[in-house]
C-alpha cells in the first residue's frame, strides 16, 4: 500500500486527503480538500447528488490504492445521525465504484493513533498532524479529520501486514 485516502464525511462539509508513504515509510500529505455543499434549502436527494458530483470530480484525477471512512458518532439527536448516515453512505460509495477498498475506522479509535487519547479534540489532532506528517499545516478541520483517519488506516494497516 502507497497511498490511502482519507474521508471525513459530512452532509455540509465533507474533509478529504490523500496520505502517501514513501519507501521508507515516511508518510506525507500529498492533497487535501473540503468539499462544501450549499446549506438545507434544498431537498436530500439534490444535496446528497451535489456532494456525490463533487466527491466525484475531486478524486478522478487522485490516485490512490485504498479509502478510510470515519464511522458515525452516534448523539443524542437521531435526526443528525441519520442525515450523517446518508452522507456517509455517499462518501463511501465513490470510490468503492472505483474498485477501491474502503475501511471504516470509529471516531475515537482514530483520535486515539494520532494522539494517544481517544477524546482528542480537533485543535490536538491538527498539531499531532502536524508532528507526524509532512504537508499537513494550515489544514481545514475537516480535511485535517480526513488525514488522520488515513494516518489511523496506514497505522493498522502496516499493523496486519507485520503480523
Known amino acids: 500500500m502507497k497511498a490511502v485516502l482519507g474521508l471525513d464525511p459530512g452532509l455540509r462539509h465533507t474533509g478529504w ?8 515509510g515516511a508518510l506525507s500529505l500529498t492533497a487535501s ?8 434549502k434544498l431537498s436530500m ?8 458530483d463533487a466527491l466525484q470530480s475531486t ?16 448523539n443524542k439527536n437521531a435526526k443528525s445521525s441519520l442525515t450523517l448516515g446518508m452522507a456517509r453512505g455517499v462518501v463511501m460509495l465513490v470510490p468503492a465504484l472505483r474498485g477501491i477498498a474502503v475501511y471504516e475506522y ?21 498539531q499531532m498532524l502536524r508532528q507526524v506528517m509532512a504537508g499537513a499545516d494550515n ?4 480535511a485535517a479529520d480526513a488525514a488522520a483517519v488515513a494516518l489511523c488506516h496506514w497505522q493498522h494497516r502496516q499493523l496486519t501486514t507485520a503480523a
Open 17 to 24: 486527503a490523500v496520505v502517501v508513504a514513501d519507501d521508507r
Open 139 to 142: 489544514l481545514r478541520p475537516d
Open 59 to 74: 478524486l478522478q484525477p487522485l490516485a490512490f490504492d485504498e479509502a478510510a471512512v470515519e464511522e458515525v458518532f452516534v
Open 106 to 126: 470509529p471516531t475515537n479509535l482514530v483520535k486515539k493513533c494520532l494522539s494517544g487519547f481517544g477524546h482528542a479534540d480537533k485543535a490536538q489532532v491538527q
Open 33 to 40: 480538500g473540503v468539499i462544501d455543499v450549499p446549506p438545507a
Open 45 to 52: 436527494a439534490a444535496r446528497l447528488s451535489q456532494l456525490f
